[in-house]
């Protein structure tokens, strides 16, 4: 099965299970870039925590599960004027709206449909949280974290430990342990300045790691090779 000389990857994820299969094969990890890193950082006195993504019928994004850590936050009054922004549109919309009811977090959870102006939804919160059940590298992390904004995430398979670094720009927890997720989010969530040294953390992140000059010069590397 020797048919591929080189096998480029979006993450270090796979890796294993390809090598696996093709094990005469050379292996390089190139990601996808964002074509311009904004220089625009966030507010972190915001009290806003946001996600983004669409709600289809899967439920890949995982924004079921992340209501029930919101609930589990907004149980203890010290967090009363946070707000939680889910953005996106999907069939599960309706589900997801009613489980908003039934937790009586209507006050706390603002839904808002997709937007062209994404940019705004970023700088208007002072923290990332992706609740996904799988993803292929998450350019959603990506994307927020050009903005200087924190990221939590569970550690899914495939992409979220590419880009967070646990305890530096943000937090991964380990899948499906809700009450962990929102002890950090809550960590986060009562300090302003811990949210700016992560932050930036992630800024530094995303210019070293996922800029257009950087991803390009690892292809034209390839070639060249």
Known sequence: LNIYKNIVLLSNHDIDKFK???PNSNFYIIPNFLPNI?????????????????MD???QKGF??????WKLIQDSSEFKDWKLHIVGDGELKEKIENKI?????????ILKPFTKDVESEYLSASIYAMTSHFEGLPMVLIEAQSYALPTISF???TGPSDVIE???SGYLIEDNDLNEYANKLKTLMSDESLRAKMGAK???IVKSKFSKEVVMKQWMELFER
């Open 155 to 157: 550690d899914i398979a």
């Open 166 to 168: 646990d305890e530096k």
């Open 101 to 109: 009811k039934d937790l009586n977090l209507t006050n706390s959870i």
């Open 20 to 22: 696996t299969k093709y």
């Open 38 to 54: 904004s220089n625009l950082n966030t507010d972190y006195s915001q009290k806003c925590v946001v996600s983004i993504g669409r």
């Open 64 to 69: 079921l599960r992340l209501i029930d850590i």
């Open 202 to 204: 992630s800024k530094e």
């Open 57 to 59: 019928r899967s439920n």
